[in-house]
């Protein structure tokens, strides 16, 4: 058991970190462009809204205080190796996840995540984000998503794939949640270039506007990204995501106290699934939100009590010790 917990946990985290990086990478690259044309007001107010979404705990204007401008706060999110949750920080830390299980993975998972850090590596030395950011973004974006269609190809369904699919949806849906969070924590009507960021934040405005229009609504939004079961960058995909992982680790490695974990996902699977958007909106949407984050982190901490924990971790600290839960 020792075994599989320290495999289970090298995978879950290296799939966390690999989602986080894209995701990031996905959330810069938008408000970047965004940000271009606008008017410093303006573009002061997405550069809050790219922090709080990204959990950075500065403001925009206390940063530029620092002295800090537009550009270093890039390059802080993108290549600061003291910001655990930067870029480079997330896709080094996913390889050295992997490492540690190298026997177990794929051949070609390692070496497409091995080519994703060298390539990250060698833009932080050079400094090459400043000439074609999107670009650069971009490559961050395909690798992550190269990496996740190599897994699927390549790994077998056990509870190895099934710990790798839990860390990849855990962190999409926590990441979401803050995401429509700092959209939505104010009852106002957002600006139609806002709602067009959110929507390609999550790779989604060719998707709700097949299943909709282009004419972007506040309450279709929130329900596409949150209720929606069929979108795959939805709050509610990921958490039946978490679900359906959780149900087959418990078939594949059963253990006494699994019970308690399934009725939490269980729990959060049915706030979600029978959910209006009318009483989730009545009842104060960011509130609705913060609930599914707290909800998430019993989660993590279940899933570690259950399958994870064990007596060495007490005197071995792990990667990723302190830095998110």
Known sequence: MTMLSRVADHLYWMSRYLERSEHTARMIDVFY????????????????KLLTSLEFGSTFAELEKSGLDSHQL??????????????????????????????????????????????????RRDEEIGAHPHDFYQTVKEGAQLFQGITDSTTYRGPGWSFIQLGRFVERARSLAVLLEAHFKQARSEEYLDLVALLKCCTAFEAFCKVYSPELQRARIVQFLLLNSEFPHSVRFAVDRIDRSLQRISENAPQANSTRLL??????????????????????????????????????DAVYATYIAYPIEQALEPLHAGEFW
């Open 33 to 48: 462009n965004l940000v271009l044309e606008q008017a410093p007001e303006s573009a002061a107010r997405h550069w809050d």
């Open 74 to 123: 890039t390059q802080t999110l993108t290549f600061d190796a003291d910001n655990p949750s930067s870029i480079y920080s997330c896709i080094r830390a996913a390889r050295d996840n992997a490492r540690n299980v190298r026997e177990l993975i794929s051949s070609e998972m390692w070496s497409e995540l091995n080519r994703l850090y060298l390539g990250v590596t060698e833009a």
């Open 263 to 300: 009725r939490l996902t269980g729990r959060l699977v049915a706030s979600l699934r029978y959910g209006t958007l009318e009483e989730i909106l009545a009842a104060g949407l960011p509130g609705f939100l913060e609930e599914i984050r707290r909800q998430l982190a019993d989660i993590h």
